[in-house]
């Protein structure tokens, strides 16, 4: 299960960051089935343009059947998020960037692991299928200059002691989406001011 995981992962991610090889070598250890979600942390470094608000990073768990790639469960929810200086393990934003670390809120933990319970009653009822793990940028803000490109990175911890792992990275997030997502992006990017 953690290597269909991993995979679609890398296949799947988010449909607009790529995996970077250590988010990968990570996400064959992690579980994104078992793992309690309030121990999972995450981090993100966007554009110095964009500011978060304070729910502005999700994170989304899915499962499609193989046999006619029917969504069978998903769940999205959206991180309590803080703007932060730097991350355990030396990880800071880049010049041009803003760092920001995220955690479950209490409800939001409880929605990710009904999502858990659910796929992993699928696959003890033998149904196959591909599942998928994702973060994605959910509100923010650049007031009335959305940049041309959107830089992206993004970091998990899979338990309170852990180091920060790199997760995905993508020069431009607009570039990965297709038009319309991109678009709907940058008019979410000024709306939400």
Do not use: H, K, Y
Request: charged share 25%; with cysteine; glycine share 8%.
């Amino acid at each position: 299960m953690r290597i269909a995981f991993a995979a679609a992962l890398l296949t799947c991610l988010t449909g607009c960051a790529g995996l970077t090889p250590q988010g990968l070598l990570q996400a064959m250890r992690f579980d994104p089935l078992t793992t309690d979600p309030t121990v999972i942390e995450v981090a993100a470094a966007l554009d110095e343009a964009v500011e978060l608000s304070a729910d502005g990073l999700q994170i989304a768990i899915s499962f499609n059947a193989d046999e006619d790639g029917a969504l069978l469960v998903s769940e999205v929810v959206a991180l309590e998020v803080t703007e932060t200086l730097s991350l355990p393990g030396d990880i800071r934003a880049a010049e041009d960037q803003r760092l920001w670390r995220a955690r479950f809120p209490d409800e939001g933990a409880a929605r990710f692991s009904a999502a858990q319970a659910a796929i992993l009653e699928l696959r003890e009822a033998d149904v196959q299928g591909t599942g998928s793990l994702s973060i994605t940028v959910g509100q923010g803000c650049t007031g009335d200059r959305v940049p041309d490109t959107l830089s992206f990175r993004s970091w998990l911890r899979m338990d309170a002691g852990g180091a920060f792992i790199p997760f995905s990275r993508s020069d431009d997030l607009f570039a990965l989406m297709d038009e319309a997502e991109a678009e709907a992006l940058r008019r979410q990017l000024t709306a939400s001011c």
